[in-house]
């Protein structure tokens, strides 16, 4: 049952005299209960999408479909009806500063035209469930970013929405803070069955909650997938990119320098990444191999790892070496920074997609713009 | 003694009244700017242009041409041209354009990302104007209207000089036609301590609304 469904959305804006397109033709769905993710540098039109979700940005073209209407038909009246079923998280929480932590997770309740009376056990069952009761009386200003966060959250559970938006909701935050965040968001999902259209340029946080993971460049979808495919498989370079981390010290095309043999990318399921499969190839093929990278990300799922890595030996021994590897379930890419100037490997078979190899695009790849500093 | 106190009630009954009457008039109109501002919530570009130049026009007239210019409406509104009561309609018509420039500064302080979060939550404009515009822009709107009345006792004196009564009516009459240095000192000494006190209070009630945003981190 899918819950929302976004068909060739657009949107452009002139700025500086040149039209820039944020959103270009994005298409994606999310199930109800499901934690969708999209992810991307900044610039990539994350931002611009989560406001044309609820109109809040009105898209140049294409359909929103939520609750069985197209949101993008529907007049200003409707609009706001469905509003109150989608939540919005923010990066700077955008609570109302002059209005206490009760009025604040109170405000979509009396806009809605509900009496005090009415909706004041509502609003203290909330407080309490963020863990933030106490806070009852405080202004915002009081709290830290965390505790800020978690009353937005309560603010926009407030209706009993069916799907939340969060846009960037924990890039303000230390990660402790981030921490908390997830594991209230986490919660929400089991609690509440609500979906959630995650936003974040931080693999690290969408790995941490969502079922799929879309990632987003220049304003189009480039990838998507379940995390643990994502993960094991990452098809373009930029997802490459985001899986593997920013923050690691070499950039993934100098590996390719680094090493005198051809690199692979070896993705471990969670079934193999407890295996000693490395010292096992290297004996039973007597090859030697040298690891350059590597990781293991918990996810939803399960564990998945990955493995950058050059094997040195003669040509057959190394193929023997992948075809074993493979049986074993293990995810084999070559990288190459020779600009995809063949799709294809010396051992042939080793990479048989074009989209597989790593392009000269890494290098022009756009700085990375660290999270935002914390509160 | 006594026309002092005469005088001091005309001033402040003129400035008050002129006040409340332009700020009646005055935020309404800076809610129309900040909303149809081109970036504003419901963009008119035209509308907002017209009302721009409409504000900047009539800021540009000298107060006391303006006066004259509005004498014929203060006969119709009050019945009368002179005296305090009739002071009043010049004083605020002045003032508006002035407190809807200033109004439209203090709501632009409020965070678009915040308005953003009142229409997620389903509001509706008009709600969003009583409900977080105006609310949250609160502490700057106090002190547009602290810096208004301040104007306005300006204004006020000079209102005097064509019979409208107050202290600044007292100020030339004894001190420039009378030459009598005394009164026209204590007048000036009572306007300067009406403009202080409503600075303090302005000050106060300000920082006092302000204090809730930004209270230290616990």
Redesign the interface.
Known sequence: MCILRVEQLKKSFVLDKTVVHAVDGVSFSVGTGEVFGLIGLSGAGKSTLV?CL?L?ERPDSGEVWFDGLNLVEQEECVL??K??Q???I?Q?F??????TVWENVA??L???GKQKKEFSARVDELLDYIGLSSHAR??P????GGQKQRV?IA??L??NPRLLLSDESTSALDPVNTELVLSLLRQVVDDLGISIVLITHQMEVAKALCDRIAVMENGRIIEENTVEELFLRPQKPMTRHMVRGFDEDIPLERLTDIASAPVYRLGFRPQSVKRPLISDISRRFDIDVNILAGNINALVGGDVGYLIVSFEGSAQTVQGAIDALRGEGVEVFRLDQTNGLNGRTATGTADSSPACTETAANTALPQVVPASAG? | MNEFIQSGWETVYMVLTSSFFSVVFGLPLGVVLILTRPEGLLPKPGLYRVLDIVINVLRSVPFLILMIVVFPLSRVLVGRATGTTATIVPLAIVAIPFVARIMEQGLLEVDGGVLEAGLACGAKISQLVWTVLIPEALPALVNGVTITVINIIGNSAMAGAIGGGGLGDLAIRYGLYRRDPIKLWVSVVLIIAFVQSVQFFGRLIENRLRRDMTAAVL
């Open positions: 406001r609820n809040l706001r009806e509003r109150r989608i939540g919005l923010f700077h955008n609570l109302f500063m002059r209005k405000y979509p009396r806009i809605a405080s202004y200003a009081e709290l830290s937005a603010r926009a407030a209706l509160e």
